[in-house]
């Protein structure tokens, strides 16, 4: 069936590691997105790609990376540079304003 | 820049009782709102959405109002469920489609 599939649903990391996590969705959408959210707060944008083979940053994009290789998968890496990663990882696709979400990944910094 | 907000963060409310959950946006130039429900530990689940040319939208059980004068959205539940509590976010868009969200409003039905 449609949707968007994000793994692993919980991700432990140690400190100063990179960890990627995937975001895979087959509703034909152009665009893909990946949120953040902390304990209480909305969502905060990270990344963004409107078509395969290009991306542009959200309004916290430090600390993190992203690939668009494929129109189906829209990874997130969380580099050791990212202060604070522990939190709760949101994709979304779209081909319009209606964003659609996938389940999440909870990542917790140990 | 611009930004989205709630006007409380937490509602209870009775059941079989209608919610009001309030939001307000700062972003004059948004062409598109969009409610989500999202439950605890899941993804947002798209409710209803409201085009900027328009002041009401109706779905099953919910209805959304768009007052652009004072940059002000609501979202109306009829008959609240126990199945209703969660967080409610409203979210804005521009021609990009990149979202903007609020803090959320958390919504608790009382049996």
């Known amino acids: 069936d449609g949707g968007i599939t994000q793994s692993p649903k919980y991700l432990f990391r140690k400190e100063g590691q990179n960890v990627t996590l995937s975001c895979e969705q087959n509703?034909?959408?152009?665009?893909m997105y990946w949120y953040r959210q902390d304990p209480g707060q909305g969502l905060r944008l990270i990344y963004y790609s409107q078509i395969v083979n290009d991306f542009q940053k959200g309004d916290i994009a430090e600390g993190y990376s992203v690939s668009r290789e494929k129109k189906e998968s829209f990874p997130l890496t969380v580099t050791s540079a990212q202060k604070n990663p522990t939190a709760f990882y949101l994709c979304a696709s779209s081909d319009g304003p209606r964003a659609f979400f996938g389940q999440g990944t909870r990542l917790t910094v140990v | 820049g611009e930004s989205v907000g709630l006007h409380l963060p937490t509602l209870s409310v009775q059941e079989g009782d209608n919610s009001i959950i309030n939001c307000a946006y700062s972003n004059s130039a948004s062409d598109y709102f969009i409610w989500y429900k999202q439950e605890s530990g899941k993804g947002p689940q798209f409710i209803i959405d409201?085009?900027?040319?328009?002041d009401k939208r109706q779905g099953q059980r919910v209805t959304v109002l768009l007052n652009k004068t004072v940059k002000h959205l609501s979202l109306q539940i009829a008959a609240t469920q126990p199945g209703d509590s969660a967080v409610y976010f409203c979210a804005e868009s521009k021609t990009d489609y990149k979202l903007s969200f609020g803090a959320g409003t958390t919504v608790t039905v009382r049996a």
């Open positions: 409201i085009r900027s040319n328009m």
């Open positions: 509703l034909n959408h152009d665009a």
